[in-house]
Nanobody, 119 residues
Framework: QVQLVESGGGLVQPGGSLRLSCAASGSIFSINAMAWYRQAPGKQREVVAAITGGGSTNYADSVKGRFTIFRGNAKNTVSLQMNSLKPEDTAVYYC?????????????WGPGTQVTVSS
C-alpha cells in the first residue's frame, strides 16, 4: 500500500504564488514518476506537471514558465511551485505516484488539495 498526502493549497490572489507538497509513504520499492494533476469543476482531470525517477520533467502548456515541479529533500516527496497564478488555475490538485510497491505495480493518488485563485 502506498499513501500520498498533499499540502499547501489555499486561496491566493491573481499573480500570487503557492507551493504544493506531496509526501508518499508505504511499501514503495521504486518510483517511475510522480506528477501533479488538477481537476476544475465540470472539467476532466488533467496532468499539470510530472517528474520521472531520473529527474526529467514535463509540463502542461498552460503552466509552462509559471510552475516548477521538483523533488523535496525528504525521500519520496515532490513539490509544485506555482507562480503568476491565474483564476483559471483554480482546481483541486492531486498528487500521483506511478511505481512499484514491492512486486506490485501501483498508480496511487492523494486525496487532493484545493487551490483557489481569486481577488
Amino acid at each position: 500500500q502506498v499513501q500520498l498526502v498533499e499540502s499547501g493549497g489555499g486561496l491566493v490572489q491573481p499573480g500570487g504564488s503557492l507551493r504544493l507538497s506531496c509526501a508518499a509513504s508505504g511499501s514503495i520499492f521504486s518510483i517511475n514518476a510522480m506528477a501533479w494533476y488538477r481537476q476544475a469543476p465540470g472539467k476532466q482531470r488533467e496532468v499539470v506537471a510530472a517528474i520521472t525517477g531520473g529527474g526529467s520533467t514535463n509540463y502542461a502548456d498552460s503552466v509552462k514558465g509559471r510552475f516548477t515541479i521538483f523533488r523535496g529533500n525528504a525521500k519520496n516527496t515532490v513539490s509544485l511551485q506555482m507562480n503568476s497564478l491565474k483564476p483559471e488555475d483554480t482546481a483541486v490538485y492531486y498528487c500521483n505516484l506511478d511505481g512499484w510497491a514491492g512486486r506490485e505495480y501501483t498508480r496511487s493518488w492523494g486525496p487532493g488539495t484545493q487551490v483557489t485563485v481569486s481577488s
